[in-house]
């Protein structure tokens, strides 16, 4: 048998599925606050959510700040517009944090308190924050991946995806990895599920995407 072909977006296909999920959920959170008649319960379990995919991303730019940017810097020695775009990727980070704070403060209101007024002001702040994150995604996209595709070796861009998978461990990775496939293609899942042990992958088609599906299928019902 050939090996499979390789996904179409190459080695960035997870850093594009990650991106594409902050995008999508903040798109399902959005929805679902302003939708009318929220109560207690569903607003906390929104939270919840909201909680997970904060910490997501806070790792998600963490790593970057601190391991992927002085990983690429030094290969990068006087070319000052490439720098310059890093340079720019950690200031939307650090312009994106007031942001998420907000939203966390309106849900720690809307669960208090739910009431139709409490939702639209924390939608206007997911929505601000979307907007932020989106541009900010767009920028990395277009500018950010070809200064790192240029910049690291196959081996160096490995190297670098295994740690990071190593930081997640088995039990971030049975949350992480169902819910970067919500929506992905199957070339794209399978590429990126080749990247895990033999464990991981058994378990996540097994085991935690059929419990995602299920618990996502309750909290984005009337979505």
């Not at 139709?116 to 924390?122: C, E, P």
């Not at 995604?137 to 690291?152: I, M, Q, R």
Request: charged share 25%; aromatic share 8%.
């Amino acid at each position: 048998m050939p090996p499979p072909s390789p996904p179409p977006r190459g080695r960035f296909t997870i850093v594009y599925l990650i991106h594409e999920s902050f995008r999508r959920d903040l798109g399902r959170l959005h929805n679902a606050v302003s939708a009318p008649g929220i109560d207690q319960t569903r607003a906390a379990r929104l939270q919840a959510h909201w909680t997970f995919v904060d910490e997501q991303l806070h790792h998600h730019h963490q790593v970057e700040d601190a391991s992927l940017w002085p990983l690429v810097r030094p290969k990068l020695a006087g070319q000052d517009d490439k720098l310059e775009i890093l340079d720019q990727m950690e200031a939307q980070h650090h312009a994106l944090e007031p942001k998420c704070q907000a939203i966390g403060e309106g849900f720690t209101t809307l669960v208090a308190e739910p009431s139709a007024a409490h939702g639209a002001d924390l939608a206007a702040r997911i929505l601000a924050a979307s907007d932020a994150l989106d541009s900010h995604l767009s920028d990395e996209e277009e500018h950010c991946f070809p200064v790192l595709d240029a910049a690291l070796s196959e081996d160096e861009f490995a190297s670098f995806g295994k740690a990071t998978a190593k930081a997640i461990g088995m039990k971030g990775s049975a949350k992480f990895f169902p819910w970067i496939f919500d929506g992905a293609s199957p070339v794209e899942r399978t590429a990126v599920l080749s990247m895990p042990p033999p464990p991981v992958r058994i378990l996540s088609t097994y085991v935690w995407e059929p419990r995602y599906t299920k618990e996502t299928a309750k909290l984005w019902a009337s979505v």
